[in-house]
């Protein structure tokens, strides 16, 4: 399984990104996607979440109203529309795969069973 994260960068705050997750080797029409993110020195954090069927979606408290979650289950794909952004936004960016079968919430990385390497994202203000 390869969770393969693209798309991030560095911006301006009040800037916008979008980033890309583009998965192999899994039913991805099986899985439920998440995003989490990690700063330097802090604990990974839940940022999105999205159903198979993307009718149910979550999101951290921290990005309500400013990010947006998709998923195209045709190209195995999801991603992480990113406005409006913060320096406090700045670290790296983790998308990752839930089992449907899967009990743990959404919101802990214990739900997930694959991860994706990263890609950095840098807010500057």
């Known amino acids: 399984v390869q969770l393969q994260a693209s798309g991030g960068g560095s911006v301006q705050a009040g800037g916008s990104l979008r980033l890309s997750c583009a998965a192999s080797?899994?039913?991805?029409?099986?899985?439920?996607m998440g995003w989490f993110r990690q700063a330097p020195g802090k604990e990974r954090e839940f940022v999105a979440a999205?159903?198979?069927?993307?009718?149910?979606?979550y999101y951290g408290d921290s990005v309500k109203g400013r990010f947006t979650i998709s998923r195209d289950n045709a190209r195995n794909s999801v991603f992480l529309q990113m406005n409006s952004l913060k320096p406090e936004d700045t670290a790296v960016y983790y998308c990752?795969?839930?089992?449907?079968?899967?009990?743990?919430?959404?919101?802990?990385?214990?739900?997930?069973?694959?991860w994706g390497q990263g890609t950095q994202v840098t807010v500057s203000s």
């Open positions: 080797g899994l039913t991805f029409s099986q899985f439920r």
């Open positions: 990752a795969a839930a089992r449907l079968s899967s009990t743990q919430s959404l919101r802990s990385t214990n739900g997930y069973s694959y």
């Open positions: 999205i159903s198979w069927s993307s009718s149910s979606i």
